[in-house]
């Protein structure tokens, strides 16, 4: 079975902090994903990576920006976290148009 | 931009009977896939179905079936014989491109009653 993890399920930052969230994927998948989840908006995709060290903006890249430096890990980083970012954040990785879904990470910025 | 619309926020079915999940997009491609994913209250997001365009049969997973219309770019979930456990957030999703980028709407909430 293929399993997407995420480093954190909760986690709750001050307003200015630099966040880190890590996923990890182990079925050797080259494309990778990180969306927010929000009531009444649906997934929006933030970024995406379709190989190590490559990247591209999503719908929604404003305010965050990701790093690939190994196959099997794509990380999203808030680089000041503000209040409006507070969101369900969803990493996937993709295998001929399928993709399977992290437990995601519910992320409050006070 | 291809765009996906769920029209129904909530939707509730009591067990054992069957509901119909409403899902349209907007596209100009001609070559693309569509999904239904399930989300569980705290669970992970989960792939129900998915639907090749260029197939005319619509795709069939045990309880769930969808209803492909091309031409009117509607794309529904039917769930059959409807469980507990069927309750969930669902998401219609739509594919295209290499690079795998999925759209998707805003989701429906299913509720099962007893």
């Known amino acids: 079975d293929v399993k997407v993890t995420q480093s954190s399920r909760y986690l709750v930052k001050r307003t200015g902090e630099k966040v880190f969230l890590e996923c990890v994927q182990d079925m050797d998948h080259e494309n990778m994903f990180w969306y927010r989840q929000d009531p009444g908006l649906g997934l929006r995709l933030i970024y995406f990576?379709?190989?190590?060290?490559?990247?591209e903006k999503g719908d929604i890249p404003e305010g965050y920006s990701v790093s690939r430096e190994k196959k099997e890990r794509f990380s999203l980083i808030l680089e000041s976290a503000s209040t409006n970012q507070t969101s369900m954040y969803l990493c996937?990785?993709?295998?001929?148009?399928?993709?399977?879904f992290g437990p995601g990470t519910r992320l409050t910025v006070l | 931009a291809q765009t996906v619309t769920q029209s129904q926020p909530e939707m509730s079915v009591q067990e054992a009977e069957t509901v119909t999940l409403s899902c349209t997009y907007d596209t100009s491609e001609s070559d693309y896939y569509l999904f239904w994913y399930k989300q569980p209250p705290s669970r992970q997001m989960i792939l129900v179905i998915r639907?090749?365009?260029?197939?005319?049969q619509n795709a069939t997973e045990n309880r769930f079936s969808v209803n492909f219309q091309k031409a009117a770019k509607s794309f529904s979930l039917k769930i059959s014989d409807s469980q507990l456990g069927d309750a969930a957030m669902y998401f219609c999703a739509y594919l295209t491109g290499t690079a795998s980028k999925l759209t998707f709407g805003t989701g429906t909430r299913l509720q099962v009653t007893l």
């Open positions: 639907q090749e365009a260029y197939k005319q």
């Open positions: 990576s379709y190989d190590v060290k490559m990247k």
């Open positions: 996937a990785s993709t295998i001929r148009g399928e993709q399977f």
